[in-house]
Structures are given as structure tokens and as C-alpha cells.
């Protein structure tokens, strides 16, 4: 692997720990929350927006754009980085879960996975080898092993399959990755394997072995969870890889990033997350608070002068109250689900900022137990008007 990579740990207080990821791009201090830009863009906000947040990395979907602009055009343009004029440390995720969530639309098989595109209806083939090559294409400093995914409620039978093909992807991944580097000069990059296995412990338990025994790694990935799995089984997941996963890498959680599963994650060993729901959620009225969720259209806001979040340092909560946000989602006014979304992505980062800091001072047990106490009981949080 490459040397630009380097993973440093300064604090540890049980499995949470406070450290550093170093990239070709700069480093990233952890834990972290990775906004996403899904086609190279946070939706709806500009990288300038995106970095004021407090955000080190993002996210991008090799998927994506691979079908629209196309990795080769991305590539000609600068690469990920320069073509979205983020220019930090970036992740591009395979696409796994994309081609997970076209359902009827796609067939795998032990080659790799034949889907229609839902933009023109074309048939593509993406294997393994197809995901290195796009994400050499991309350029992000930690690219992805492409990964079977399965339904959270899906049989051990299934589980296990899907956890097997893609222990045998991953190794068709890093040969073709090392066929790449060492055909032409490109970007420096490392590959994150995706610990796979369902809810069953023996399952995720082997996942990890395999990984383990099928490379040194700069850091690994924890994925299939988010996918309809209750959220204890989620935190289950955690606490059966967290002693089985090499302490000197970081851990990168897949596609998890509510605000209490946020903190509950830092608490069992995890440093990288991802989401789209700050962006998503705000997009939609719903507004992160330590409260709960908070829907802005609900009729209590209409007269309120106080911002969303007393002492919030974003732009939304610097600069307007309840009450006039309330009144542009009425009026359906584009700007209230950029401040939302600003605001939901700004909540985020500064949550793992201040989770940092409670790991360095050593406070990060009671400050966590004091924060999720607050959150899960002061209101309902409103997770069931997620929509796409």
C-alpha cells in the first residue's frame, strides 16, 4: 500500500478514539462525518458551503458517475476532486447499494452484476474489475471494492453467499486495481474492503477474517447495514467487528449517519460515516436538532423568532428564525431546503467535532450518555418521512 496513507490514534476512551487520517489530499481528523455528493455535488449546496460546515471529506458514487457524465469525462476533466471543485480528501463508494436498490432491474451473478440504467434504459455490465477501472477513472484518494448486498430481513443462506462472492470480488478487485497502477501513472489510492455478513455474527465474524487474511489494509469498511435491519441489530453489527478489526485502521461506516447513530458508532469504534439524510431530510422540512428531528412546517413554528438550534453557528440559524423558515416551505421557496440541508450537514460535522473533543478530554462517556439522553427523549424523532 501507499505511504501518503497513515493512520494515527492520540486518544481512546473504551472503543471510541480521537486520530487522524492522512490522504494524498490532506488529513482528516477523526471521528468524521462525510457529506455526500452523490454526482459530485452535495445537492443543492456549493463545496465553498460544504467545507464552511466544518466537513475534511465527501463522498461521491463511482456508480453514478459512471453513467452520467461518464468516468472518462470526469477523468478528462481533472479528476473527481477538480471536477467538483472539492479539492480535499474524497471517497467514491462502488455502488453497491445503488445497484442494491434498483431491485427488478438488475441480475448478479458470480461475474458481477448486469443492471438497466434507470436514465436511458441501456443494460451495463459492472463487475469488479469495471468498478476499479471507474474509480481509477475518478481518482479519489480511498475508492471501494464492489460488494453483493442483501436485504436487512434477507435468510442466512442468502447472507452468507453474498458474504463469500464478496470476499471473491474483493480479491478480483485488488488484482485489477494492481493491473491499473501498474499500467499508467494515476492517481495514489487505496482500497477499503466491506465487511459483509448481514445480521449474523458467525457471518460477520468470517467477513472480517477473510479480510484480514486477504490483505494489508489502510482501513476497512463495515457495510450492509442501513438496508431495513431494526437499529439494535445495527449497533449488534458494531459490537461483534469492533475487537475482531485492527485498532491501528480507521473503520468506515456505510451510509449511517443520524445523529444518534452517530454517537452510538463513535462508541464502538467507528471514524468515518456517511449519509444522505442531513441533505435529504432537510431537502424535505426536517431539520436535525439535539432535541430530535424537528419538522419546520409544524403550526408551533409559525410565529416563532428563535433560529432552529440556540447557539447553532450555521447560516441558517445565524440569520433566520423558525418562523421565516417555516413560511419559505410553505411558499415553497428553494431557499428553505438549502438552508435545511446546510444546517442538517453543518449539525452533523460539529456533532463529530464535539465528539472529538470529548474523546481528547476524556469526557466522552458522560457527554455521550448526557447528549443520546436528551435526543431520544425530547421528542419524537421523525425518521419515517425520509423519502427520496
Known amino acids: 500500500m501507499h505511504a501518503p496513507f497513515t493512520f494515527t490514534i492520540s486518544h481512546e476512551q473504551g472503543s471510541a478514539r480521537a486520530g487522524v487520517f492522512t490522504t494524498p489530499h490532506g488529513p482528516v481528523e477523526t471521528p468524521a462525518f462525510m457529506p455526500v455528493a452523490t454526482h459530485g455535488t452535495v445537492r443543492g449546496l456549493t463545496m465553498d458551503e460544504v467545507r464552511a460546515t466544518g466537513a475534511q471529506m465527501v463522498l461521491a458514487n463511482a456508480l453514478h458517475l459512471y453513467l452520467r457524465p461518464g468516468d472518462d469525462e470526469v477523468r478528462d476533466a481533472g479528476r473527481v476532486q477538480e471536477f467538483s471543485r472539492w479539492r480535499g480528501p474524497m471517497l467514491t463508494d462502488s455502488g453497491g447499494f445503488q445497484v442494491f436498490s434498483l431491485a427488478k ?40 471494492q ?26 478480483r478487485c485488488v488484482d485489477e486495481l494492481a493491473r491499473l497502477e501498474a499500467s499508467e501513472p494515476g492517481p495514489v489510492q487505496t482500497l477499503f474492503p466491506i465487511v459483509q455478513g448481514g445480521t449474523d455474527a458467525e457471518l460477520r465474524r468470517a467477513s472480517v477474517a477473510g479480510i484480514l487474511g486477504a490483505g ?36 468506515y461506516l456505510m451510509g449511517v449517519g443520524h445523529p444518534d447513530n452517530l454517537i452510538e458508532g463513535i462508541r464502538r469504534g467507528v471514524d468515518l460515516f456517511d449519509c444522505v439524510a442531513p441533505t435529504r431530510l432537510g431537502r424535505h422540512g426536517t431539520a436535525f436538532t439535539p432535541d430530535g428531528h424537528e419538522q419546520i412546517r409544524r403550526s408551533g413554528n409559525r410565529a416563532s423568532r428563535h433560529p432552529l438550534v440556540e447557539g447553532c453557528g450555521c447560516p441558517c440559524c445565524t440569520a433566520y428564525d423558525r418562523g421565516y423558515m417555516r413560511h419559505l416551505f410553505v411558499s415553497q421557496e428553494m431557499l428553505g431546503p438549502r438552508l435545511l440541508a446546510l444546517h442538517n450537514v453543518w449539525f452533523l460535522t460539529r456533532l463529530a467535532m464535539q465528539a472529538r473533543a470529548a474523546i481528547r478530554e476524556g469526557s466522552f462517556d458522560g457527554w455521550s450518555e448526557e447528549w443520546l439522553g436528551r435526543y431520544t427523549t425530547s421528542s419524537v424523532t421523525e425518521r419515517g418521512i425520509v423519502v427520496s
Open 146 to 171: 464492489l460488494d453483493e448486498l442483501i436485504a436487512g430481513d434477507a435468510d442466512r443462506t442468502v447472507a452468507r453467499a453474498a458474504m463469500e462472492r464478496s470476499l471473491r470480488w474483493l480479491d
Open 216 to 251: 494489508d489494509w489502510q482501513g476497512i469498511a463495515i457495510g450492509g447495514v442501513s438496508v431495513g435491519e431494526p437499529t439494535a441489530e445495527l449497533y449488534k453489527v458494531l459490537e461483534t467487528v469492533d475487537p475482531l478489526m485492527p485498532r491501528t485502521k480507521p473503520r
Open 105 to 144: 432491474q438488475r441480475t448478479v451473478s458470480e461475474e458481477g452484476v448486469q443492471f438497466r440504467s434507470p436514465l436511458e434504459g441501456a443494460m451495463h455490465d459492472y463487475t469488479p474489475e469495471k468498478a476499479m477501472q471507474v474509480q481509477r477513472n475518478l481518482g479519489a484518494d480511498v475508492i471501494m
